[in-house]
């Protein structure tokens, strides 16, 4: 599985934040889970800002195994920010079965738990619509 929430700007200067949850069925997951899933099945989708032409102000990956838990996903967040704290942007980093892949523009880094939280909340969101 990999959770993705997107932070964009449209050229119109319209943002909002676009989610997708793809399923990769049967895998054999390594330690630490495959960095390059970026295929699998859609299976659920929130979009607030028609694809096109878009930046991306921040986003945020969640990969790993189709079965894991909402509950698995949330215990590994707050390990993934401790050790990624005092790191430069983008984070990468994987919590158990959970690997995480969490970048802002300049502009936001001040910023960077709000926006956080929020791909997070979206994130998980289309996982349990999923």
Known sequence: MILTA????APTGAEGINAFCRLHGPYQWSDP????????EVVNRSISVPPGGNSVRSYLD?????????QEIRHAVVPFI???????LPWVGTI????FRFGVEPKLHARWSEEFRQLLLAALTVRRAA
């Not at 997107?6 to 700007?9: I, K």
């Not at 401790?82 to 430069?88: E, P």
């Not at 158990?96 to 690997?99: F, I, L, N, Y």
């Open 6 to 9: 997107q932070h964009l700007r």
């Open 33 to 40: 889970p495959p960095q390059d899933l970026t295929a699998g």
């Open 62 to 70: 969640v990969i790993a195994p189709d079965e894991t838990s909402t």
């Open 82 to 88: 401790d050790r990624s704290r005092g790191h430069s």
């Open 96 to 99: 158990g079965r959970c690997m």
